[in-house]
């Protein structure tokens, strides 16, 4: 071949290889068509009436939602099905993808082939570990990048540097496809970073399925990222018990729930319970605010004694007496009585509402003593005239009698965590005078930190369910009742279609052979066919298989006693820095939070890279945390834009006005600007602000959004102004000024905290985008024991 033949065929090398894996991906989604035509046809056939029948409409709902779920699948990944190849040494290749796909038909063996692998499967780890130095079988690694369904560009990384072969897309420093997902626009939603995900991401996610994790990460680290893809993980992983119990992920605030909720959706998941601490006891929606301090007062884990110190205080003693009139007698409950009651019921050790029944038997017992001593002493010898069965008659008697059940309710009533919760908060007693008066509260508003005591006070008073075990032993009658009239019209049917036949295999088989009605009403009562997220998110006392905390810092003692509750094995993963922690509640160290719970049994592990926060930013960030702590070391910036922060001075009156002139500035053509600014200027700026209503919950998806510092947690903009720093405590500030991915912004009218008093200019053009050299530094990612 010519010189001129070889130049040409290389110059077509490149539309090859697209051509090549459009063609691919073309099969991938006609296959994915094909599998989404085919689970549509099925929820429509079984939406289709079935008859009246109870076992008939549960199998219906039963299979609309298994069908409806994979439908959800299919839908979420389109678009975004395959990103990468992976090209082993030994000639074989595999497509990665954010589901798993096998061909329609099987092969001469009988198998039916993958034509795209699961990127949680073990084949394609590779894909992100694999280095130069450690190349795990590759040759050759390939990112695909897609917009819709065309493939719009390859990134080659060759493995093997003793393979000479090029295709033309060979991507010479690896980091193409990290960087553009890095400076891509934000939606004002997560994206997935299943395409991007680093080899110290890689070995979090894919962590062991035990005890508790702990990832430590900065700002821009990916941290919640990684808890979402180990979540996304663990379900592959261990489909059999996650799906059964579901997986519970934790957020600091519904905003955020919003924010991260189409990440496990695009990777194929839809059974994930997400919730944020407020949404945790079912039935109440916290939508109210409380001040710092009551937050703290609430969160304290001594606050557990004081609601048992308040439920003790409602099992009560007569002052002086209760009486009680019975069959022209008055019967006369004192504090002594009550008393030797209220002990013996009380070394049941059983919830309050749980042991009412035996309080109720002790009272009763008490007083029909009392009374059968009134009427049924001998007046010649002292001994007693009455029988057993005249004993019984007055016991019924008594429990038939409303005075003595008023008298119960005043000595030991029946109570609900809300009535109880609610008193405690309008009167808090066991509470020393400040803390009295900083939680005091007559509003119905429950707020965040209520829900750990109302599930405290669940837990203390049980429920008493006497009327809820009759009325299922009702149903359950109801339920074998009907199955026996099932299997009687399934016996007789059995019997008909069998009895001509003279054959050896003549025997009738009737379904009373193979199971009975007691069995067959068990199977009606599995057949519920929500998920089990969809239940958890019904059931408090629900124990999940997994939980995932974001922001776990943040969160009070109490609300780690409710999450305990509700995770008993204690397989866990709490996602967090302690550098960020901003609640006067939240605990901010791993020890103070699971040293109660599993004392030093824990695992854990730091992201050290920021992917987030160009250096010029993290650099000011980390100087305003130095000012208080000298030795503080931020993770390292994985890229630098040449963009300082830009720190500008308002006149007082004119604030409002300077920051629409700065958010004109740095609104893009495409992306999300944030004002963060203290709460009480909210409403002045909104005026001022497009599309912004102050109070509003935050649409993440406006080009413009207003948000105090804790509302911006774990959120990331293109850009991001800050107003008035000086109003915020260290943490906050932090956090506020680590949100940007692009352009920071700083506006104040007063004096600069600490670190910020230096910083002047204006925001500049970029000169380029580049990786930092500390970010390439190699780094131990191993988990610390």
Not at 552 to 573: F, G, H, V, Y
Request: aromatic content about 4%.
């Amino acid at each position: 071949m010519s010189n001129t033949a070889d130049a040409a065929g290389r110059d077509n090398v490149p539309d090859r290889e697209l051509q090549g894996e459009q063609e691919f991906v073309d099969h991938l989604y006609r296959h994915v068509d094909v599998l989404r035509g085919a689970a549509e046809e099925a929820v429509q056939s079984a939406l289709a009436p079935v008859g009246n029948g109870r076992q008939a409409r549960v199998e219906r709902e039963i299979r609309v939602a298994e069908r409806s779920g994979l439908l959800a699948a299919l839908n979420a990944v389109d678009g975004s099905l395959c990103f990468g190849r992976i090209d082993l040494a030994d000639g074989d290749d595999y497509h990665i993808g954010r589901i798993g796909l096998r061909e329609e038909d099987p092969d001469e063996t009988g198998e039916r082939r993958p034509i795209l692998i699961d990127w949680r499967a073990p084949v394609a780890r590779p894909f992100y570990l694999a280095t130069g130095h450690t190349p795990m079988g590759l040759r050759r690694r390939r990112h695909i990048t897609t917009h819709g369904r065309a493939v719009t560009a390859l990134h080659d990384e060759l493995l093997d540097l003793s393979d000479h072969e090029r295709t033309g897309h060979e991507d010479p420093t690896g980091d193409a496809v990290l960087l553009a997902a890095l400076n891509s626009a934000r939606t004002g939603r997560m994206a997935d970073i299943v395409r991007t995900i680093q080899a110290d991401q890689d070995r979090i996610i894919r962590a062991p399925h035990r005890g508790v994790l702990v990832v430590e990460g900065g700002p821009g680290t990916g941290k919640t990222a990684v808890a979402l893809h180990r979540a996304a993980f663990l379900l592959y992983e261990h489909r059999e018990l996650l799906a059964r119990r579901a997986v519970l992920i934790v957020g600091p605030n519904p905003a955020f729930l919003g924010y991260i909720g189409e990440v496990l959706p695009s990777l194929g998941e839809t059974g994930v319970l997400l919730a944020s601490l407020g949404e945790l006891y079912p039935g109440v929606r916290a939508t109210g605010v409380d001040t710092p301090r009551a937050a703290a007062v609430k969160g304290r884990r001594d606050m557990a004694d004081v609601l048992a110190a308040v439920v003790a205080d409602r099992q009560a003693l007569p002052d002086p007496v209760i009486a009680v009139a019975h069959d022209r007698e008055v019967l006369m409950l004192d504090a002594d009585l009550v008393r030797v009651a209220r002990d013996r019921t009380r070394a049941q050790r059983l919830p309050h509402n749980v042991a009412r029944e035996h309080f109720e038997g002790h009272i009763l017992n008490t007083l029909t003593d009392m009374h059968a001593e009134r009427i049924g002493t001998d007046p010649y010898d002292g001994g007693s005239l009455l029988d057993d069965s005249d004993i019984t008659q007055i016991r019924d008697e008594l429990a038939a009698n409303p005075e003595v059940w008023t008298a119960i309710d005043q000595l030991w009533p029946r109570l609900t965590p809300q009535q109880l919760i609610a008193d405690f908060l309008a009167d808090p007693g066991h509470l020393p005078a400040e803390d009295a008066a900083a939680i005091r509260r007559t509003t119905s508003d429950w707020t965040p930190a209520d829900v750990p005591l109302l599930d405290e006070a669940a837990e203390l008073l049980g429920e008493d369910d006497r009327e809820a075990r009759a009325a299922a032993a009702r149903e359950r009658g109801e339920k074998v009742a009907y199955a026996q009239g099932v299997l009687e019209v399934a016996y007789a049917s059995r019997t008909y279609e069998f009895e001509d036949r003279d054959d050896e295999d003549s025997e009738v088989l009737g379904a009373h052979d193979i199971i009975d009605a007691e069995r067959m009403a068990e199977r009606q009562d599995e057949t519920d066919s929500r998920s089990a997220a969809e239940r958890a998110a019904a059931d408090r006392t629900w124990a999940f298989g997994h939980i995932i905390v974001d922001e776990a810092q943040e969160l009070s003692p109490m609300a780690w006693r409710l999450l305990m509750r509700r995770c008993p094995t204690r397989s866990m993963t709490l996602v967090g820095d302690p550098a960020q922690t901003a609640e006067e509640a939240g605990v901010g160290s791993w020890d103070g939070i699971l040293a109660p719970y599993v004392e030093d049994r824990w695992t854990h592990t730091r992201l050290a890279v920021n992917y987030r926060t160009p250096t010029e930013i993290m650099d000011l960030a980390a100087e305003v945390v130095r000012a208080e702590r000298p030795g503080f070391e931020p993770p390292r910036s994985v890229r630098s834009t040449g963009v300082h922060p830009s720190v500008r001075r308002a006149d007082p009156d004119g604030l409002a006005a300077a920051v629409a002139r700065a958010v004109a500035e740095l609104t893009p053509e495409e992306g999300r600007v944030a004002v963060i600014a203290p709460r009480e200027l909210h409403a002045t700026l909104a005026g001022r602000l497009p599309g912004v209503t102050a109070g509003a919950e935050p649409d993440l998806t406006h080009t413009v959004v207003l948000l105090d510092p804790r509302q911006a947690k774990g959120l990331e903009f293109d850009s991001v102004l800050v107003v008035e720093p000086a109003r915020y405590g260290t943490s906050d500030l932090y956090v506020a000024l680590t949100r940007a991915t692009q352009h920071l912004g700083i506006i104040h009218t007063g004096d600069l905290p600490k670190g910020l008093a230096d910083s002047s200019g204006d925001v500049s053009d970029a000169p380029g985008i580049r990786l930092t050299d500390s970010a390439l530094d190699p780094m131990d990612s191993a988990l610390e024991e």
